[in-house]
């Protein structure tokens, strides 16, 4: 089962940006750790970062063609892009939104995510965790053999 795991605007800035909010492992460290988890799980996972916008939306359309499972941390279009929650609404894979941080315990813009609605699931707040819980719970909904 094919896996995109999507990171949006400032993800590949971890390590570096803010590291009292995200921690000090850095973007590569997170496909590591998202890749051996797959491997665990029997997933196939593709790992990609944007900051651009129209990207991560080609992105999103593919997956939906694809019929692809996807892991999205939308970074701050979370909280904003009804262009981003338009093209998650098409993925049928699932989709899983995720936060590094979390997001409720800090300022009231962060409070709201216009993707939630139409994930099916949300994890928030784990830090790399929240990736990898993502990644079994879209294991957990794979569609069994001769089901
Ligand atoms: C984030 C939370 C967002 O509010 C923020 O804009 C990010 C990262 C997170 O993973 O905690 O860029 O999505």
Redo the contacts with the bound molecule.
């Keep these: 089962m094919r896996v995109m795991v999507l990171s949006g605007?400032?993800?590949g800035r971890l390590g570096r940006r803010e590291p009292a909010v995200?921690g000090s492992r850095d973007y590569n460290d997170l496909v590591a750790a998202c890749q051996e988890q797959a491997a665990e799980l029997g997933l196939v996972v593709d790992c990609r970062q944007t900051d651009d916008e129209a990207t991560m939306l080609a992105w999103l359309h593919e997956a939906a063609d694809t019929e692809a499972a996807v892991v999205l941390?939308?970074?701050?279009w979370?909280?904003y892009s009804y262009a981003l929650r338009d093209a998650a609404a098409e993925v049928r894979g699932p989709l899983v939104e995720v936060?590094?941080?979390q997001?409720h315990a800090?300022e009231a813009f962060?409070h709201h995510s216009v993707i939630s609605a139409v994930a099916a699931g949300t994890i928030t707040g784990l830090g790399f965790d929240s990736y990898l819980l993502a990644l079994r719970a879209i294991a957990a909904r794979r569609p069994r053999d001769g089901a």
């Excluded at 941390?73 to 701050?76: E, I, L, S, T, V």
């Design positions: 605007a400032n993800l995200y941390n939308p970074g701050a979370s909280h936060h590094l941080s997001t800090r962060r």
